[in-house]
């Protein structure tokens, strides 16, 4: 199983940024997509996630109301839409697979991507 993280660079503050994530290797059905980011000299954290469906999406609340979480299944493929960005954003971002009811917690996911690294400049 592979998950390619894309999309990522350097972005002046209020800038917007779309991430990619990829996913091959095996047939997914009814698992849960999500990205995570980890900044420097901090913990790995919860960003976002979206159902299979896409109809349930779950957002942190630092980065709710900015960013979004979307997936075609068709492409096996989440996107992560990162508006009005802001310093404190600079991070790398993990896309992240896991089974249907996964939540916020790192344990909840089996599968990550390599990380894509956001550069938020002031």
């Known amino acids: 199983v592979q998950l390619q993280a894309s999309g990522g660079g350097l972005v002046q503050a209020g800038g917007s940024l779309r991430l990619s994530c990829a996913a091959s290797?095996?047939?997914?059905?009814?698992?849960?997509m999500a990205w995570f980011r980890q900044a420097p000299g901090k913990e790995r954290e919860f960003v976002a996630a979206v159902s299979w469906s896409g109809s349930t999406t779950t957002v942190a609340g630092s980065v709710k109301g900015r960013f979004t979480i979307s997936r075609e299944n068709a492409k096996n493929t989440a996107y992560l839409q990162m508006n009005s960005l802001k310093p404190e954003d600079t991070a790398v971002y993990y896309c992240?697979?896991?089974?249907?009811?996964?939540?916020?917690?790192?344990?909840?996911?089996?599968?990550w991507g390599q990380g894509t690294l956001v550069t938020v400049s002031s």
């Open positions: 992240a697979v896991g089974r249907s009811g996964s939540t916020q917690f790192l344990s909840d996911y089996e599968y």
């Open positions: 290797g095996r047939t997914f059905s009814n698992y849960v």
